[in-house]
């Protein structure tokens, strides 16, 4: 049987089609019920998120206001104008989720913070686990739709910031990703299985149209109610 991650990689279009470009760029508009829970709706509908593909750097285009720009890096935020002016910034972002509980509002820094590290993440992926100080190990199958989906157990290493430091990938049997398991440490360990779905072919590469975030239970059932996160992407490109 072939390398899961192997097999995965090809699927998606392969590492050297891969390894050409080192910009992406996808429209999105991200909704779901966190949005209410943390009182920012409609704070991150119909952005341009402009990623670094090999460097974990993220732009959001607009954000908060017509003529700012939003640049994330795990260590700072910063909100810019146009021409490149900082206007606001934060720095050591992730300690501002301290002490916060299910129900604590976000401002709009968190809310930055939470998409750049998730995007960065989703976005990349299954690619990202080739990159170097990642761990990848093929675990039992798992059945869901009718089908068995072979999963791969991903550790990041701790220069990556993501939701948390292990997670799951499950693959059909096409090779494509069918869901993707994780806790959020900034959400209190909060569970997450993300469903890409509706692929297309993007300069010779696979990527979703869109993604549905549930809860999942002690026995890895998803939780279809409520939808926690919508991802639906419009054009994305690569450069």
Not at 222 to 239: E, N, Q, R, T
Request: no cysteine.
């Amino acid at each position: 049987m072939k390398d899961l991650l192997e097999f995965a990689i090809d699927a998606h279009g392969g590492l050297d089609r891969w390894n050409s470009f080192t910009r992406l760029r996808a429209e999105v508009s991200i909704g779901g019920a966190i949005w209410e829970v943390k009182q920012q709706p409609g704070l991150l509908s119909d952005k341009v998120f402009d990623l670094l593909t090999h460097e974990e750097r993220v732009t959001i285009t607009p954000f908060a206001a017509a003529d700012r720009v939003l640049v994330f890096t795990p260590e700072r935020i910063t909100l810019e104008t146009s021409d490149g002016e900082v206007a606001e910034e934060r720095l050591n972002p992730r300690a501002s989720f301290e002490g916060q509980v299910r129900e604590t509002p976000w401002d709009k820094f968190h809310v930055a913070y939470f998409a750049g590290e998730a995007l960065w993440t989703y976005l990349l992926s299954p690619f990202l686990y080739t990159y170097p100080g990642f761990v990848t190990e093929e675990i039992e199958p798992w059945s869901e739709d009718g089908e068995e989906w072979r999963r791969l157990k991903v550790t990041f290493p701790d220069d990556v910031t993501s939701h948390t430091r292990t997670q799951i990938t499950h693959f059909g049997p096409d090779g494509l990703m069918r869901r993707h398991d994780y806790t959020v440490d900034i959400l209190g360990g909060a569970t997450g299985a993300n469903y890409p779905g509706g692929y297309r072919e993007v300069q010779g590469l696979m990527m979703p149209r869109t993604r549905r975030i549930f809860a999942y239970d002690e026995a890895g059932q998803k939780v279809p109610d409520p939808l926690l996160v919508s991802l639906d992407f419009g054009a994305i490109s690569f450069s």
